[in-house]
């Protein structure tokens, strides 16, 4: 078998994306955040572990501890911890002196806030899966072919819609 090292010493030194992305609420409301690809280790583990916990606890549906957080919480909390690695422009409304980040205080930002919160965890979602998809492009074209498996099956479907459409033209001709 014939493997070429070059193209993995490339994915090997591939560090996690992350980039600076602005949110804005309204005109006069937005912030910076230093987001991660969502295919960040941490992230990755992180739901596993969410994942595996919830299957191990839904047995007991009818009692609940007052300290349990719902599922949406969890996930808020392990956004803040492994997609978002600084902010700018967050405020504080009394003193109305800048933040500094730490993963607690945006994880408190998302679960307090309401639908702020909620909005904002949407948008960091689709941020981390915009820089990924970013990434994973260029890190196509350094290496010379897909890297994950989702990518290959996505282009064999290209090229197999592409076949069917031309095969389609050909014998309407």
Known sequence: M?????????????????EW???QLTPSQKCRFLVKGINSKGYRIAQERLTEH???TCGNLTNVDDYEETTLAKHMTIIA?????????I??????????????SLATILKYSGDLGI??????LEQASDIQMIADKELEVAVGKPWSFSDIIT???EEKNSN??????ENQE
Do not use: C
């Open 91 to 104: 405020y504080d409304k009394e003193t109305g002196t800048e933040r500094q980040f730490t993963h607690n």
């Open 164 to 169: 069917e459409s031309e095969n389609a033209s």
């Open 21 to 23: 992305r602005t949110f």
């Open 119 to 124: 909005i904002m965890q949407g948008w960091i």
């Open 155 to 157: 282009k064999s479907s």
């Open 81 to 89: 911890h492994h997609l978002v690695d600084d902010w700018e422009g």
């Open 54 to 56: 919830l299957r191990l």
């Open 2 to 18: 014939l493997i070429d090292t070059e193209q993995l010493a490339q994915r090997e030194n591939w560090k996690e994306p992350r």
